[in-house]
């Protein structure tokens, strides 16, 4: 009989003892699960990876190899895990295997030592493999939450997309006038896309007026009034001028109320008073049609 099978043998004779050896060397490991783990449910998981050896120390790697690389999952599930486990499992395991072989050929010492070599090569290939899976696997997680994070900034960017469509409604009314319709409550975010949008279509569109209309806009503070000059401001950089309609008599009160200076807008009551006053500023006019057929 072989050394490979003869110490096969003698750890299939022993497998319960050897396997708590493994279990008691494996409760020293710092973040791993064996701790807290009790003998009747550390010993049969040790008793597998002795299986194994036993199986590749009788000629048959693939089934060390397999489940190496298999047992190796619940590992890596463990967020204090490092890929320093596999080898202080690996370690743990030879340093039982040579237990074993010393019991097993304790007055022969060529075998012993044939025995140890056979442990270390089992050894070697079943911690080859369970870093290789832990190193596979890590990344594999690693590129699902990669995916998973780039799916939500995409759908992020789409809701971003789509909110600036709904909070930036700017209308083009003629080739140099854009209308700009305000509604509801205007934070510093929602306040920073419109400026950012109303700027761009501005550049784009060449245009000369924007007409910003507060109508559906129920409560005007300090803030909404310093964007609305802000943004005046940084229109007039761009050259064109901004038309303010649609104030309240309950927002002019709050407006005076708080002092702030709204002069350098040009101000309309409504929006159709806007739209004419801003035709005018471009050499433009609205007519009843049967007058523009007499003429």
């Known amino acids: 009989m072989s050394v490979e099978h003869a110490l096969a043998d003698f750890l299939e004779a022993n497998l319960?003892?050897?396997a708590k050896h493994t279990g008691e060397l494996l409760r020293q490991i710092p973040n791993s699960p064996y701790p807290k783990l009790s003998d009747a449910e550390l010993i049969p998981r040790m008793q597998k990876p002795f299986v194994a050896t036993i199986s590749a120390l009788r000629g048959d790697l693939q089934a060390l190899i397999d489940f190496?690389?298999?047992?190796?999952?619940?590992?890596?599930?463990?967020p204090n895990a490092s890929s320093d486990i596999v080898a202080q499992i690996g370690?743990?395991?030879?340093?039982?295997?040579k237990v074993a072989a010393r019991e097993c050929f304790a007055d022969d010492e060529l075998n012993y030592a044939m025995a140890l070599a056979a442990a270390a090569e089992v050894t070697f290939i079943s911690n080859k493999n369970s870093y290789q899976a832990f190193?596979?696997?890590?990344?594999?997680?690693?590129?699902?939450?990669e995916e998973t994070l780039q799916q939500m900034t995409n759908e992020l960017d789409q809701a971003n997309a789509a909110l600036r469509e709904l909070a930036a409604p700017i209308a083009p009314i003629h080739d140099n006038i854009?209308?700009?319709p305000l509604v509801g409550s205007i934070d510093t975010n929602r306040a920073q896309m419109l400026t950012e949008d109303l700027l761009e279509q501005i550049v784009a569109r060449q245009s000369d007026i924007v007409i910003m209309d507060i109508t559906g806009v129920p409560i005007v503070d300090t803030n909404i009034a310093n964007y609305l000059v802000q943004t005046t401001k940084a229109v007039s950089l761009l050259g064109a001028q901004v038309i303010l309609v649609g104030i309240s008599a309950e927002?002019?009160?709050t407006i005076v109320g708080l002092e702030i200076d709204l002069?350098?807008?040009?101000?309309?009551?409504?929006?159709?008073?806007g739209i004419e006053y801003a035709l005018e500023q471009v050499g433009l006019g609205i007519r009843p049609l049967q007058e523009q057929r007499r003429g």
């Open 16 to 18: 319960g003892r050897f």
């Open 68 to 78: 190496s690389r298999q047992s190796i999952k619940p590992v890596v599930d463990n």
């Open 91 to 97: 370690e743990a395991i030879y340093s039982t295997l």
């Open 135 to 145: 190193v596979d696997i890590r990344e594999e997680r690693i590129r699902e939450r």
């Open 178 to 180: 854009l209308v700009l």
């Open 251 to 253: 927002v002019a009160q």
């Open 263 to 273: 002069r350098q807008l040009s101000v309309r009551a409504n929006l159709q008073d």
